[in-house]
């Protein structure tokens, strides 16, 4: 499907139509508001200017020599007319009688007033009477007192309708300009809908609707996009269990070993297609929608985005799950045996819930028991699946309370362990949430295939029903089981068990040191949540440590008070009466606790602290929920006597911001769509990095054999060559030290994928769609490989050889003079890129380059080399990027040129 093919449906007409409407009756709105000021302000200023002329003339009349009727002030009323708006000006005695006056005879009210020529013979009742029957003729009067004394009066008139003529012409100017910037808004907001939202949502759907076949997808086309998304996964689901049937009935028949054996592998093919399919156009949508939401957007625009957000995820989990449930049920899913820590693993997924648990104010927690390995022998991703699906039900379905994960292990080995040897466990897991609970008589389905409690259920909460069968499924296959007790109205808690080996730990919050240097201290916990007391004081008691824990502020401060003293205290952020800030304030106040160091446990999404204009010093803020590394962590730095030092001005830092200027690294993305390209580019701007985009493996091997990268982002499946060729080749024409960390990327989630990138040379692997801490994570695993000296050493070495017994006057006046020229080249850039002028960028970068390769700079010149090539092909597009590596390159120099010159 074509971009022009592409055509707006009804999301897109509400979308649209509802925006329009909008701006244009705010245009309009904005338009009378100011139609109506101006007619104000024009009304008021005639207003003021027949009111000052009443005022002149009385004053000639009070201070100057002339009379009431002398034609001098006719004359004066004649010239101030005010472009016509005056009507009339009469000038009378205390006796009534009119001496003076003047009439603007081009006024239509006073014309049709005047029955004789001769003017003076008006009479003022039948003036008076003309006023009263036009109410567009407003009347000023002004008494004209001598000495106390009234001499008469002076009366002028003036007519709006001169006003409301401008203003009517004023008034259509002004909304044919809104309707013209409404329009252009409207086309704007069309142009944006459609390229950010519309057409790579319409081309996931495209892409998902050529994999089935066309008569279960017939009237897709009349829907939304939404509802075009729920069709393809309701479709989706018919098909497989299309399969599920095609699979039973061939066995019921006795199909022979062959034909069952090419049915599991067209299903496998099948599957492995709809993954890879269907994940890179997702790829894109979730991409792009995560970066889209981190933009500046109004409610409505952020609430589709949402929209679309939240159904690429949908769409995602289910094929995950439809994937996993299809390996399990063929029996080809293989378990790792790798020992890993069991308490990093477990805060690994519940970090994963902590946005969510905040937003309900829920407590997320997790407990091991005492008689339970620190480390196990497992398959730690799988145990993250169980866990993080029985734990995202709970968060699911819990709106208050908390979510606590108890972890207790029995020994089931008769013989004491020896060197060789591990102890076998048996793991018991109990996942306890205060959620909605379910009803006895419905917990029977829980683990059945594409089954929920109840259809109100899935319409409220969304699921495809594989998540707890799964589940149960990999718990069985650990050697273990799952169920579920629940009472409604008041919470479940879902236990599974599991067979393991205890394995050595190297986890220092577990070892003897901790207890060699916590042993003995006096600890006091205050936090209104009992799971959480009774979580840091188990942790506490197993490094040695003395604990008292209270539920409140008030009850701190009675120990205190009585002159019990300890050696940390532990306090919680929100506490009902006396929150962590206030209770902190209230411990500083007590005449032994000044120098008490507090620890302050908060949330992640909590801003509580940093909004604080005054608080009390903490010695560390732990972040919920709790882990046991990072409560040992603080607790060491504390009584070694290197506090973390928190005050009001820190701010927590970006990591996305500071990782490329933490970790610097070269990197070179190898994908053949465009789309995904563009995706993968942000994603490492966020980061700080700026990588060179390849679209083949050809290129990438180009690009490698001509500079040296730290990491390579490689697509698998790319035309000319794949990223499965192109990497072996890298690894047979390049050693190993000098080698960039390659990392696979795939949208393939089938078994032994990640199995075939390894065995072809991949260092790393990441599954499509992209997620920010998978990429993040893998990046941290690369090593930078060792940076090229900035200066070429046999340059400069010719140059003194050149100049004999001269060369170190030659050589300082070399470098003196480079560091002079060249930040003017370098502002020179700067300025061409800045202003898009080619001509100046190809002279500045040449004059740059040229200075540069006489030192020997090998580096900086071919960076001003590529900016030559730019400026001279008149293609300003990436200029900025490579010139914030020439700047890096460029300070690099000059430092080495700088340690030069004191060699000199």
């Not at 083949?696 to 091997?701: K, Q, S, T, V």
């Not at 003017?824 to 100046?840: E, F, V």
Request: proline share 4%; net charge neutral; aromatic share 4%.
């Amino acid at each position: 499907m074509t971009m022009s093919n592409i055509k707006p449906n009804k999301i897109t007409l509400r979308y649209l139509v509802l925006t329009s409407i909008g701006l244009i009756v705010a245009q309009l709105i904005f338009g009378i508001i100011q139609v109506r000021w101006r007619y104000y302000q024009s009304t008021e200023n005639i207003r003021d200017r027949v009111q000052d002329l009443a005022k002149e003339l009385r004053i000639i009349s009070q201070e100057s020599s002339l009379k009431l009727n002398d034609s001098t002030l006719e004359r004066l009323m004649r010239q101030n007319s005010l472009e016509n708006k005056l009507v009339y000006g009469i000038i009378i005695n205390d006796q009534g009688q009119t001496i003076t006056s003047f009439f603007n005879q081009e006024e239509k009210t006073i014309s049709d007033a005047i029955t004789t020529p001769n003017t003076t013979s008006i009479k003022l009742s039948k003036i008076l009477e003309t006023i009263k029957n036009n109410p567009k003729i407003r009347e000023i009067r002004q008494p004209v007192i001598v000495s106390g004394e009234s001499l008469g009066e002076i009366r002028l008139a003036y007519s709006l309708e001169p006003t409301d003529q401008e203003t009517l012409k004023s008034a259509s100017k002004i909304i044919i300009a809104s309707l013209i910037v409404s329009g252009v808004l409207v086309i704007i907001t069309v142009a944006m809908f459609k390229r950010e939202i519309q057409r790579p949502l319409q081309i996931l759907v495209k892409q998902a609707q050529d994999i089935l076949p066309t008569d279960e997808v017939s009237d897709i086309d009349n829907k939304d996009e939404l509802s075009q998304l729920q069709i393809l996964i309701d479709s989706l689901r018919k098909h497989l269990e299309r399969f599920e049937n095609l699979q039973i009935k061939v066995t019921e028949q006795k199909a022979t070993e062959k034909a069952i054996e090419e049915l599991s592998k067209a299903k496998n093919e099948f599957l492995a297609m709809i993954g890879h399919e269907i994940r890179t156009p997702l790829n894109a949508v979730t991409g792009m929608t995560g970066l889209l939401l981190d933009t500046q957007l109004n409610p409505q625009q952020k609430e589709f985005v949402n929209i679309v957000r939240s159904s690429g995820e949908s769409l995602l989990t289910m094929i995950n799950n439809i994937l996993d449930f299809s390996k399990i049920e063929a029996e080809k899913i293989e378990l790792e045996e790798q020992p890993f820590e069991l308490g990093p693993c477990i805060e690994e997924v519940l970090r994963l819930f902590v946005p969510q648990a905040s937003d309900k104010k829920l407590e997320l927690a997790y407990l091991i028991e005492p008689n339970t390995p620190s480390a196990i022998v497992g398959d730690s991703t799988r145990l993250k699946q169980i866990l993080a699906n029985l734990v995202g039900n709970a968060v699911k379905f819990t709106e208050t309370g908390e979510v606590v994960i108890y972890i207790n292990g029995t020994s089931l080995s008769q013989e004491e362990p020896t060197e060789e040897s591990s102890p076998n466990y048996e793991l018991r897991f109990a996942i306890k949430d205060t959620g909605i609970g379910i009803p006895n008589d419905r917990c029977h389905r829980l683990f059945q295939a594409f089954s929920q409690v109840d259809a109100s259920t899935t319409r409220k909460y969304g699921g495809t029903g594989l998540g707890l069968v799964i589940s149960k499924r990999l718990t069985e296959l650990m050697g273990g089981k799952m169920w579920v007790h629940s009472t409604e109205g008041k919470g479940s808690t879902f236990y599974f068990t599991l067979q393991t080996k205890a394995a050595p730990s190297y986890c220092r919050a577990t070892s003897q040191e901790g207890e060699r240097e916590l042993m003995g201290k006096r600890m006091l916990i205050i936090d209104d949540n009992l799971t959480n007391q009774k979580i840091l004081t188990l942790q506490a008691q197993s490094w040695g440590m003395f604990t008292c824990a209270v539920d409140s502020g008030e009850k701190s401060l009675e120990w205190l008070d009585r002159g019990i003293t300890f050696d940390v205290a532990i306090l919680d952020m929100n506490m009902p009466q006396m929150d962590g800030l206030s209770l902190a304030k209230s411990i500083r106040q007590q005449p032994h606790c000044q120098n008490l160091p507090l620890v302050m446990l908060s949330s992640i999404t909590t801003q509580e602290i940093n909004q604080q204009s005054d608080y009390a010093d903490f010695a560390a803020i732990l972040i919920k929920p709790i882990r046991q590394t990072q409560l040992y962590n603080s607790l060491m730095q504390i009584f070694a006597g290197k506090p973390i030092i928190v005050t009001k001005s820190v701010k927590e830092a970006s990591p996305e911001q500071l990782m490329a200027d933490i970790m610097p690294l070269r990197i070179l993305v190898a994908e053949d769509v465009g789309v995904n390209q563009e995706v993968i580019r942000l994603l490492l701007e966020k980061l700080g990095y700026w990588a060179d985009m390849v679209s083949d493996g050809e290129e990438a091997l180009d690009a490698i054999r001509n500079r040296p990268y730290d990491a390579v982002l490689m697509d698998v499946r790319m035309p000319v060559m794949d990223g499965l060729t192109a990497t072996r080749q890298i690894c047979q024409e390049i050693p190993n030290h000098k080698r960039p960390r390659i990392i696979a990327m795939t949208a393939e989630s089938m078994r032994g994928d990640r199995e075939k990138c390894l065995a072809s040379g991949m260092d790393d692997y990441i599954s499509k769609p992209i997620r920010i801490e998978e990429l993040k994570q893998a990046l941290r695993r690369c090593k930078p490989l060792a940076k090229m000296p900035a200066l070429d050493g046999s340059t400069l070495n010719s140059l003194r050889k050149m100049a004999g017994k001269r060369a170190g006057e030659v050589i300082n006046n070399l470098i003196m003079g480079y560091l002079e020229d060249a930040p003017l080249r370098l502002s020179a850039i700067k300025s061409a890129i800045a202003q898009n002028d080619p001509d100046a960028l190809r002279q500045a970068a040449h004059a740059l380059r040229s200075a540069s390769i006489n030192l020997g700079a090998t580096d900086l010149s071919n960076l001003c080399q590529e900016l030559e090539m730019m400026g001279r092909k008149g293609t300003m597009s990436g200029a900025n990027k490579k010139m914030s590596v020439l700047k890096m390159e460029y300070d690099r120099v000059c430092q080495t040129l700088q340690k030069e010159l004191i060699k000199i």
